[in-house]
């Protein structure tokens, strides 16, 4: 059983639009910022976006601002990641982690990876 499950990947045309989905089983995400990641196809795992615990600060990468919106549902005990505009270089596997939103979050070594849930962007 992994601490964090992803969800809502899919296949989408281009300029379509997703909603993904990071939930805890078993504890509180309250007081722990998330941070999403990707990884393409060929590529190193990259950071997308990330919500701060306290104050609930949001950071994206260049590529997805504007487009993407990460938001936290306290009571649902999730994060999600809303994805509009959807390109086909924004295929891949998302992931989300326990990162904190510190400067070079999106470098941050991390070993405790889930499954992950594919997003393909493809006419």
């Known amino acids: 059983q992994l601490p964090l499950v992803e969800s809502g990947g899919g296949l989408v045309q281009p300029g379509g639009s997703l909603r993904l989905s990071c939930s805890a089983s078993?504890?509180?995400?309250?007081?722990?910022?998330i941070s999403w990641f990707r990884r393409a196809p060929g590529k190193e795992r990259q950071g997308v976006s990330c919500?701060?615990?306290?104050?609930?600060?949001?950071h994206y990468t260049d590529s997805v601002k504007g487009r993407f919106i990460i938001s936290r549902d306290h009571a649902k005990n999730s994060v999600f990641l809303q994805m509009d505009s959807l390109k086909a270089e924004d295929t891949g596997v998302y992931y989300c982690?326990?990162?904190?939103?510190?400067?070079?979050?999106?470098?941050?070594?991390?070993?405790?990876w889930g499954q992950g849930t594919q997003v393909t962007v493809s006419s």
């Open positions: 982690a326990m990162i904190p939103c510190l400067a070079g979050w999106d470098t941050t070594v991390y070993d405790s």
């Open positions: 078993g504890f509180s995400l309250d007081n722990y910022a």
């Open positions: 919500i701060s615990s306290g104050d609930g600060k949001t």
